[in-house]
C-alpha cells in the first residue's frame, strides 16, 4: 500500500470522526455549567477551569461536521451526480423534515413568547416575520444552528461544487471567513472602523470548512500531500502549539473583559489553525487505528453509535435539563456523572425510537433517525457485517449518511 493511500479519508474515518464529535459536543455541552462560573470568578485551580479546558478542546468537533458534509456530498457527486431536483428534493428534505419536528417539540420552551408577546392580532405580518426569523435564523434551541448553517450549505452546494476544485477559491473562503472572525476587531478599532454586523448562524461564519471538505474530495491526495513532508513529532506539536493557542487566546479575551461567546466559541483564527491541527494529526494517525477498527469488539461504533450521531445532537439538550433537574452541579462526582448520563441517555433514547418505530420509516426520518431499524445481526459479533467492515478498501469514499455530518 503506497503513502497517498494510508493516508486518504475513508467511509470508517467519517464515521469515527463522527462518533467522536458527536459525543465531546454533547459533553461540551454538560459542562457549559461550569464554564460559565470559570468566566466568573477566573479560579485556575477549580472545575470550572477543567471544564473550560474540555470545551476549547473540542473546538474542532462542529467544523469537522462542516468538513464531512462538505467531503461526503462531493464524493457523491463525483460518483454519481444526481439531477438538481432530485438533489434538493431529497437533501433538503432530510435536513428540514428533522428540523422542523425538532423545533415543534422545543417549542413548549418559548410558548409564552410566541402565543403571548407576539402580536398576531395586531400586526400579523409583521409578527409572522418575526416568528420566521426565530424559527429559521435564531433557532429554538442552542444547538439547531448546525442545521440551520447546513441547509445554507446545502442550497448552495450544487452551485459552488466545481468552483471547489479550485485552491484559489479555497483560499478565497478562508480570507472572507477570517475577515469576520476575532481578532479581526482589534485590528480595525485604531482606525475607527467597526466590523459590519451579521447573524452568527450564517455560512459565512463556516463555509472554510466545507469547501475545504469539498477540496479534499476534489483532491484525494490533499492531505497525504502535505503529511509527506511532516513527521510525526512535527503534527504532534503542531497540534499542542494550536490548542495552547486557543487556550492562551480564550484567557487573553476574558482578561480584556470580552462576552463568554465572543471568547470561547469558534469565531476565532486561532480554532481555524486548531481545527487543521486536528484534522492533520487524526489523518497521521490513521495507520495505528487500522489494528482498532478491524477489532470486532468495537464494530458497536459503527453500527449502534454512528447512525444514531444526527438523532442525539437534536435531541440530547431534553435529556439535558431533565439530568440538570435531578442532579447537583458542585462535586467532580456530579461533573463526570452529568456527562455520562446524558451521553448514554441520549443514544439510550435514539435506540428506544428505533425500536418503538420501526414500522414508521416516515416518522424516524422526521426525527433525524436511520434508514433501517437496529437489528440483531447488526450487533457486534455478527460476521457477515463484522467482516464487510473490516474489508472495506481505504479509498472507500465516506458513505451517503456522512455527508449531512451528524446524520
Known sequence: MDFNE????????????????SILVVAAHCVHFWVEDFYSTRNI????????????????????????????????????PPKLSTYYRFRLGKIFAPFLLWSFITAFRHIDYLLDEMPWR?????????????LFIDGFDYQYYFVIVIFQFYL????????????????????????????????????????PAFHSNLLLFYGFYCVAGMYAAWHRDFLSGILRHLSNPQVV??????????????????????GLYDS??????????????????????KPALQTFFQNRHWVFLF???????????????????IVDFLSWEVTITDFFSRIVWVVLGSYALAWLAQWLLEDYPKLRFALGLPKTPLRAEDLPGHSYLSSRLLRSKPSDSVPVNTASAVE
Open 156 to 195: 448552495l452546494f450544487p452551485l459552488i461544487f466545481k468552483l471547489a476544485k479550485n485552491r484559489w477559491f479555497l483560499l478565497g473562503v478562508l480570507l472572507l471567513q477570517l475577515a469576520f472572525m476575532s481578532p479581526v476587531e482589534g485590528y480595525l478599532e485604531p482606525f475607527g472602523w467597526e466590523l
Open 303 to 321: 453500527t449502534g453509535i454512528a447512525p444514531y450521531t444526527f438523532f442525539v445532537y437534536l435531541a440530547h439538550t431534553h435529556v439535558l435539563r
Open 122 to 134: 395586531e400586526a400579523f405580518v409583521p409578527t409572522a416575520l418575526r416568528f420566521l426569523k426565530f
Open 6 to 21: 494510508d493516508y486518504r479519508l475513508t467511509r470508517r474515518d467519517g464515521e469515527f470522526l463522527r462518533v467522536v464529535a
Open 264 to 285: 470561547d466559541h469558534f469565531n476565532r483564527w486561532s480554532v481555524v489553525l486548531y481545527c487543521v491541527a486536528c484534522l492533520l494529526l487524526f489523518v497521521k494517525m
Open 237 to 258: 506539536f503542531f497540534w499542542v502549539g494550536s490548542f495552547g493557542l486557543i487556550l492562551a487566546e480564550y484567557w487573553l479575551n476574558i482578561k480584556m473583559g470580552k
Open 45 to 80: 485551580p477549580s472545575l470550572g477551569f477543567f471544564a473550560t479546558f474540555i470545551d476549547q478542546f473540542t473546538r474542532f468537533t462542529v467544523p469537522v461536521f462542516f468538513f464531512l458534509s462538505g467531503f461526503g456530498l462531493t464524493s457523491q457527486f463525483l460518483q454519481k
